[in-house]
């Protein structure tokens, strides 16, 4: 038996501090992978599922939180005002059955997105623009392509912010 104990210890020791050596030393067996992908942080609506959505609450939260694509939809009031929301009838947001195209900017300022917070109001693009025109991020604008004008009034306000640092992707969908 102790024949055995000779060979035995050494290849147990042997294993033992090649282990260690290896387990202090991964990068000499493994290489780094490359990742197969990189992910984007995308706060669609403003982080609707955090805050209420598209509010200036929930895009200050989003760019606190380090978002680098902020996702807006876009829609016409009939006066040629650009209102962020997500639907085109209100009524899921304010509870009052109305579309963003019959109203006017000064009607719809009276519409509150929650009863419980009535200071969010909807917000404007303008609005919205000046608030971040410091953030270097990415803006992503969704428009409907059945709105006469709606590119147009959405460009004119984004040149009228003067916000250079972002860069606006528009999206038209059907």
Known sequence: MSSYMYYLLPAIGGYTLTSLFFLKNPQLLHK???????????????????????????????VDCGTELLELD??????????????????????????VSDLNLEVSRHFHLTSVI????L???????????????????LLSPNVTGLFYCTATTVLQCHCTTMTYYYYYYY
């Open 32 to 62: 780094k992978k490359r990742t197969a992908f990189y992910a984007t942080h995308i706060s669609h609506r403003g982080g609707g599922g955090e805050r209420i959505e598209n509010t200036m609450e929930a895009f200050t939260n989003a």
């Open 74 to 99: 876009c829609h016409l009031t009939r006066d040629g005002h650009v209102i962020v929301s997500h639907d085109e009838n209100l009524h899921r947001q304010t509870g009052r059955d109305v579309d």
């Open 118 to 121: 009535p200071a969010n109001s």
């Open 123 to 141: 917000p404007t693009l303008s609005h919205d623009l000046h608030n971040y025109h410091y953030v270097n991020s990415t803006v992503h604008l």
